[in-house]
């Protein structure tokens, strides 16, 4: 009988080939306690390690639009109560309310969570008061990470240093309101590369890690192996395939896996934080047991996940967010033209 796959043999066959290996394990490897049950990775080439679940900002906006501002406050303080402290956000997440909710929850406790929220701008004015908007909001002097969201269209790479975007970031981080500076977007592997291939050394990359992105306009096959070149640290999302209608993912949905193995799926590739929607205790308790003294999945049950979806995966009708305007968020879709209500 042959032997069973060991880590080495899958990620020489989920990386694309011209990576070394040994970039790979070394993030696993780096994995540490961080003393409250979740386990932390390091931040690109920085010296920071970060929180493996990262609670999304958009979703705790909606837990407070769902069941009110103390409870979304609450659920925050029991996620960093449990190790979960690193913290997504957005300038325009509800309309700057996302922003708000997390300022009052972190009033007490700034020092306890490594802070991240995006511009959503890619000129040099907007950018700059997008930062000052989110500063104001979040109750803080400094951001830890500063990303650029959405590089969902092609001229975006372009927009963001021909406009002053860039220049902004930069003098932001100059000034140290800005510790770190990355980008977002979950449409296309292209835009990402296009972005990676600036010259700017980013600190982090943020896209679609799941079983089926494996399949079709692949992150993991295309952009993650140049982020591990560069050193360049990568972060989850749309582990479950985007929500539906707040219940849980279009993959687990369909019925193509359970919410669970998604998460530890996507925390089995070569991430530093898998960006987690938060809307209830269920949600925090669901990615907390997951989360917990984490170790990777074997490389055989992580091909039988992906078995589970490949016929279903291949065209994309579970990442609507890679071949269509959903999930865009309506300021971007304006900002470039498009109508908001246009799908």
């Known amino acids: 009988m042959a032997d069973q796959p060991n880590r080495r043999t899958f990620l020489q066959a989920g990386v694309a080939a011209g990576v070394s290996m040994s970039l790979a394990e070394s993030l696993f490897s780096q994995q540490q306690d961080n003393g409250q049950g979740l386990p932390t990775r390091p931040l690109g080439k920085t010296q920071v390690h970060v929180s493996i679940l990262c609670l999304g900002g958009w979703h705790i906006g909606q837990a407070a639009v769902e069941s009110g501002e103390a409870e979304a406050i609450s659920i925050m303080h029991e996620a960093i109560d449990n190790g979960m402290t690193f913290f997504d956000n957005a300038w325009d997440y509800h309309d700057g309310m996302s922003e708000e909710l997390m300022g009052k929850a972190l009033a007490d406790r700034r020092d306890k969570v490594f802070l991240m929220t995006?511009?959503?701008?890619?000129?040099?004015?907007?950018?700059?008061?997008?930062?000052?908007?989110?500063?104001?909001?979040?109750?803080?002097?400094?951001?830890?990470?500063?990303?650029?969201?959405?590089?969902?269209?092609?001229?975006?790479?372009?927009?963001?240093?021909?406009?002053?975007?860039?220049?902004?970031?930069?003098?932001?981080?100059?000034?140290?309101?800005?510790?770190?500076?990355?980008?977002?977007?979950?449409?296309?592997?292209?835009?990402?590369?296009?972005?990676?291939?600036?010259?700017?050394?980013?600190?982090?990359?943020?896209?679609?890690?799941?079983?089926?992105?494996?399949?079709?306009?692949?992150?993991?096959?295309?952009?993650?192996?140049?982020?591990?070149?560069?050193?360049?640290?990568?972060?989850?999302?749309?582990?479950?395939?985007?929500?539906?209608?707040?219940?849980?993912?279009?993959?687990?949905?369909?019925?193509?896996?359970?919410?669970?193995?998604?998460?530890?799926?996507?925390l089995s590739t070569p991430v530093t934080s898998l960006v987690v929607g938060i809307r209830n205790r269920r949600d925090l308790q669901q990615a907390l047991e997951v989360g917990r003294d984490f170790e990777p999945m074997e490389p055989a049950a992580m091909a039988t996940l992906r078995e589970q979806v490949r016929i279903e995966a291949g065209d994309g009708r579970h990442e609507l967010f890679k071949s269509s305007t959903h999930f865009d968020g309506p300021h971007h879709r304006k900002q470039h033209g498009f109508s908001v209500d246009q799908q």
């Open 118 to 266: 995006k511009n959503c701008e890619r000129d040099y004015d907007g950018s700059r008061k997008n930062l000052e908007d989110s500063l104001k909001r979040l109750k803080t002097d400094h951001l830890d990470l500063w990303q650029f969201h959405e590089m969902n269209y092609d001229n975006d790479p372009d927009w963001v240093f021909d406009q002053g975007g860039m220049k902004a970031a930069l003098e932001a981080l100059e000034a140290g309101k800005v510790r770190y500076i990355g980008f977002t977007g979950h449409k296309d592997p292209r835009i990402h590369l296009a972005m990676l291939s600036k010259p700017q050394p980013w600190t982090t990359a943020q896209m679609p890690i799941n079983i089926c992105d494996f399949f079709y306009r692949s992150f993991q096959e295309q952009v993650v192996p140049t982020c591990l070149r560069k050193g360049v640290g990568v972060i989850g999302m749309k582990s479950l395939g985007g929500s539906v209608d707040g219940q849980n993912g279009r993959i687990v949905q369909a019925g193509l896996a359970e919410a669970k193995d998604c998460i530890r799926y996507s």
